[in-house]
């Protein structure tokens, strides 16, 4: 796999639903509502962002623009203690984690709720209306692999919304450990709470 993933996801569906996911990232960005989705589509662009955090979390979560975690707050236990390298400083913090989260540390954490191990910017965000449906497009750019696990928790954010996405180079895994990875276009989409790499790869 190569070390940068670049991907274009689209979330679509009627103007409340889609509304309802930019309502979600003011919320979380600590912007208020206008009641209306291209105003509230704007402010969100111009002024979104990942919750507040101190230089520390930097390592952690990106601190400025619209990000993977402004609809997808990463827990502050993971922010305090490092867990993911020095677990055993922590033990109290690493038992609660692993409880109440399913995940020791920000790393693991972050493969669990992203699909990749750094939070990511939303770059090229549009918004269309197009045969009364409305599409909120985004450019990604992730390490490794492609953010399934944050598609598929957009859509558990709005269960009424369609995501769709497309991986630009993804590698297509060889059926032998001799053979070399293959360059292709991937289209998926999430379906009942998982990802469908149902469509025909194509090569790059």
Same mark, same amino acid.
């Given at each position: 796999?190569?070390?940068?993933?670049?991907?274009?996801? !689209?979330?679509?569906?009627?103007?409340?639903?889609?509304?309802?996911?930019?309502?979600?990232?003011?919320?979380?960005? /600590?912007?208020?509502?206008?009641?209306?989705?291209?105003?509230?589509?704007?402010?969100?662009?111009? =002024?979104?962002?990942?919750?507040?955090?101190?230089?520390?979390?930097?390592?952690?979560?990106?601190?400025? /623009?619209?990000?993977?975690? !402004?609809?997808?707050?990463?827990?502050?236990?993971?922010?305090?203690? #490092?867990?993911?390298?020095?677990?055993?400083?922590?033990?109290?913090?690493?038992?609660?984690?692993? =409880?109440?989260?399913?995940?020791?540390?920000?790393?693991?954490?972050?493969?669990?709720?992203?699909?990749?191990?750094?939070?990511?910017?939303?770059?090229?965000?549009?918004?269309? =209306?197009?045969?009364?449906?409305?599409?909120?497009?985004?450019?990604?750019?992730?390490?490794?692999?492609?953010?399934?696990?944050?598609?598929?928790?957009?859509?558990?954010?709005?269960?009424?919304?369609?995501?769709?996405?497309?991986? #630009?180079?993804?590698?297509?895994?060889?059926?032998?450990?001799?053979?070399?990875? =293959?360059?292709? &276009?991937?289209?998926?989409?999430?379906? #009942?709470?998982?990802?469908?790499?149902?469509? &025909?790869?194509?090569?790059?």
């Amino acid at each position: 796999m190569p070390n940068w993933i670049f991907s274009t996801a !689209t979330f679509s569906g009627t103007e409340e639903a889609v509304h309802k996911l930019i309502k979600i990232g003011l919320e979380h960005s /600590g912007l208020p509502s206008t009641g209306d989705l291209r105003q509230d589509f704007n402010l969100l662009v111009a =002024e979104g962002k990942s919750p507040e955090l101190d230089k520390e979390a930097q390592r952690v979560v990106m601190t400025k /623009g619209l990000t993977a975690r !402004t609809f997808l707050p990463i827990p502050e236990t993971y922010i305090l203690y #490092d867990t993911t390298n020095h677990p055993n400083r922590y033990p109290d913090a690493a038992k609660e984690q692993q =409880e109440k989260y399913g995940a020791v540390g920000w790393y693991d954490y972050n493969c669990m709720t992203l699909g990749t191990k750094w939070d990511f910017e939303l770059t090229n965000v549009e918004l269309e =209306e197009r045969d009364n449906r409305w599409l909120f497009y985004t450019d990604i750019e992730t390490a490794w692999d492609y953010p399934a696990q944050w598609f598929v928790a957009m859509k558990g954010l709005v269960s009424e919304l369609k995501v769709d996405f497309i991986v #630009d180079n993804y590698y297509d895994p060889p059926e032998d450990d001799d053979d070399p990875f =293959e360059a292709c &276009r991937l289209y998926g989409y999430v379906d #009942d709470g998982e990802i469908k790499e149902g469509r &025909r790869f194509e090569e790059l």
